[in-house]
């Protein structure tokens, strides 16, 4: 009996140990921080996130006339869903027992093994939050923005008057993507006003976002010098030197958790603007309960992580559904 106890103890502390080191790598697994999203931990269940906009334009004042007053404008105030998702890793005094017969490697490699599925379990569904915060984005059915509309809309409202879009304009489709339906986006993104109404300063570090169908076209346009069919054709401006040239750094990367349904979406992220526009609000990150517990011969351990994507505004983004269809609104 008492070896079986240094054997739960010895499982227990590897399972700790080895959860704990695999925190310190999750950046491996988690991809969520790839994509824009940036660490926020609220303060209550309940709270909104909200963020300020500078000043609106000064007025022209003839001599003597009472100064302009001026507005400092807010974001609309996001509200947080939080998920809770749950992972349940079990063994028995019979694991333990026979664990304990085994080399120390062999005993480390296997609980190695357990704690690794224990852990992907929690990243997956971390990782998939974030990626159904971009290709559920054009409905409210995962989320919706302070402005009470979906995170890609023709019609966000501004503050300081007017609307904004960050999908294609009212007539045009949901363009496929391709070298052009790149530029006019990027030409869209860099006339996007704040709460304020003034124009915010050109993208210069974006990143588009795709699924592993997409990747070749995305990888087409963005890498090829010329046409990108055609080389007798002039210099493309879309690939990724012309962009540069202009000022724009422009990466390319698969979200793995686009569904084959969405899988003509895509979408651009500004990767400056989204330090603070974006993101992954904790209840607690990936965690390990302290205690196991025992119930008839079995031991059982908990880990679980609590989350919620925000998006705190919509000027940090740009998407199409890339099926060709009208826009109308």
Known sequence: MTLKNQGADLVNRLVGVLFEDSLATLGQNLEYADWGFQDHFPDSSDQQIQSWWGVGLSSLTVEGETYFSNTRYRDYPASITFQKFSSRLTWTEEDVHWLMKKSEAAQINEVTSMVTGHIAGLNYRVNEAAAKHFYLGHGTTFFTGGDSLSLYNAAHTIRAGGTSRNI??????????????????????????????????????????????????????????????????????????????????????????????????????????????????????????????????????????????????????????????????
């Open 168 to 329: 294609f304009s009212s007539g045009d489709t949901q363009r496929p993507f391709d070298g052009t339906a790149l530029v006019d986006a990027l030409i869209l993104m860099n006339r996007m006003v704040g709460q304020n109404g003034v124009q915010m300063l050109p993208v210069r570090n974006v990143k588009v976002l795709c699924s592993h169908e997409n990747l070749p076209i995305v990888q087409k346009h963005i890498e090829s010098k010329y046409g990108p069919n055609t080389p007798n054709l002039g210099e493309s401006s879309s690939n990724v030197e012309a962009l540069r040239r202009r000022g724009i750094n422009i990466t390319y990367q698969v979200i793995p958790y686009l569904m084959t349904a969405y899988k003509d979406y895509w979408f651009l992220v500004d990767m400056d603007r989204a330090k603070s526009h974006l993101f992954m609000c904790w209840m607690w990150k990936p965690r390990l309960a302290s205690d196991t517990t025992v119930s008839n011969g079995t031991y059982e351990n908990d880990a679980s992580a609590a989350l919620g994507p925000v998006s705190l505004g919509w000027q940090h983004t740009f998407s199409s559904m890339g099926n060709s269809a009208s826009i109308t609104s």
